[in-house]
């Protein structure tokens, strides 16, 4: 055996009884440190068919259009300055002869991944499915056929959960305000701008996405540059569609908020409410660039594993290239998180955030009962791991990245001389063997109070030692 149970002695209180299945006085003391972090309630389930979003809480993200023939960012007409009347000749190329949607829920199924979101219409107003609104479509291409129809199919046969991606901002028609604000073109000599009218056509391009397709489970909105509020058109997803969470980037609030790119720098322990962060493979486009910097493996998975154990889903994206295939590298991406993820998914599915159990804010808790788990997401600073103030001593610890035991102590280390509180400890843990992942420790116990004063246990003798 590769692990270790002691603690060192205590003033009124022997080691051998912390040891496992001793009273429980010797299993925790929580400091003055821990007693400001208080658990969260967790966050209230919807109560009806939305509650998938609880379960299935790894996503792929699909960022695909005209612009992958660009091969250089999505926005390309915005950024990249593209006349409208030279972007739209991008419809005549248009003709992905190796989509096969089949092939893009293998490679999310083996990531880990439970549903996907797609971008049926992103800012440029090119639509990938068969809408009856405008001709600015897939169907009037070579390619000529349904996109979101066929994958669609495949989730439905597959019985995974598609979400629907929809753009406010449009580029391409004539009635939406392009007024040189952010994300928008400067206003173009065919336009006849009519807020009013615009918002009739997304309705009916809405209605469709919401009745041609079969059932859909999510509706993520993006850029209402006019900030309008219109709760009405959620309550007609919701009316069609009662399975679909909806986004905080539409005409409401909507149901869940979307943290992107890691911007959100909350370290708080869990979230108030319902959350899905977004992230690409890609450092510089979500759609398809030829010559895309990708985020090395290790910053991919801390930002995961830093979402999902506080309680948040995750959506991560990749941009499909011109032909309809995904990228060798950001297939590979998705095959070695896919090997994380799959080693370490106990830990992030059907659990509850725990990190409020120790003051070290460089590691997140999950628990299910009373096993808990570490998560490493940060670089440890050294080999071992505090878990001040816990002081429970399990009866396992196990690396789920690769199933090694890791040994533990509960004891007085030197820093933390002042409060003389034995905490417990994860020891020799291969943070340089395994450096380019996220290492997730399960600590199995007998017991595993939920709270105890300091005066629980008393402090350690130093003059004894």
């Known amino acids: 055996m590769h692990r270790r149970h002691f603690v060192q002695t205590l003033t009124g209180l022997t080691a051998a009884a912390a040891l496992p299945g001793s009273s429980p006085l010797g299993l925790a003391a929580v400091g003055a440190a821990a007693s400001a972090a208080k658990a969260r309630p967790p966050i209230t389930r919807f109560g009806d068919g939305r509650d998938w979003f609880f379960e299935k809480r790894f996503g792929l993200f699909v960022h695909w259009g005209l612009y992958a023939l660009g091969g250089w960012h999505e926005q390309h007409q915005w950024r990249g300055r593209v006349p409208r009347e030279e972007y739209v000749q991008l419809t005549r190329q248009w003709n992905p002869v190796k989509y096969d949607p089949d092939a893009w829920l ?17 800012h440029d107003g090119f639509c990938l499915w068969n809408t009856r609104q405008t001709t ?7 390619y000529g056929k349904d996109v979101l129809r066929m994958l669609a199919d495949a989730c439905h046969r597959r019985r995974f959960p598609l979400c629907l991606y929809y753009s406010i901002a449009d580029w391409h ?17 065919d336009d ?28 993520w909105w993006d850029m209402n540059v006019p900030k309008h509020v219109d709760p009405s058109i959620n309550a007609m997803i ?43 493979v890609g450092i510089e486009s979500w759609g398809y660039r030829r010559d895309e910097d990708y985020y090395p493996d290790r910053h991919l998975l801390r930002s995961i594993d830093r979402y999902l154990a506080r309680d948040a889903n995750y959506l991560l994206n ?3 290239m011109p032909d309809g295939t995904i990228s060798p590298p950001a297939a590979g991406i998705l095959g070695r998180i896919g090997k994380w993820y799959q080693a370490v998914r106990e830990s992030l599915e059907d659990v509850r955030p725990a990190s409020h159990l ?86 199995e116990f007998d017991d595993l109070p939920e709270f105890q004063s300091p005066a629980a246990v008393d402090k350690v003798d130093l003059r004894r030692r």
């Open 318 to 320: 990749v941009g499909p």
């Open 192 to 219: 006849r701008p009519d807020w009013g009218q615009y918002l009739e056509f997304l309705k009916a391009q809405v209605r469709e996405l919401c009745t041609d397709y079969g059932e859909i489970h999510g509706f």
């Open 106 to 122: 293998d490679l999310a199924q083996a990531a880990g991944m439970k549903y996907v979101c797609f971008t049926t219409k992103h």
């Open 358 to 443: 120790t003051s070290n804010r460089n590691v997140l808790l999950t628990r299910r009962g009373k096993t808990l788990y570490v998560h490493l997401h940060k670089d440890p600073a050294g080999d071992a791991v505090k878990l001040k103030p816990l002081a429970a001593v399990p009866r396992r610890a196990t690396l789920l990245n690769d199933g090694r035991n890791v040994d533990f102590a509960v004891d007085l280390v030197p820093s933390e001389h002042a409060e003389r509180l034995p905490c417990l400890r994860l020891c020799k843990l291969p943070v340089n063997e395994q450096a380019n992942t996220v290492l997730v420790v399960k600590l």
């Open 136 to 142: 600015y479509n897939t169907m009037h291409t070579p």
């Open 238 to 280: 919701r009316q069609m569609q009662p399975k679909a969470v909806i986004n905080n980037r539409g005409f409401d609030e909507g149901d869940f908020g979307t943290p992107e790119r890691d911007f959100e720098k909350d370290e708080s322990v869990a979230f108030d409410r319902p959350t899905e962060a977004c992230q690409s």
């Open 173 to 189: 028609q004539p009635t939406y305000p392009n007024l040189g604000r952010h994300h928008e073109l400067p206003p173009q000599p």
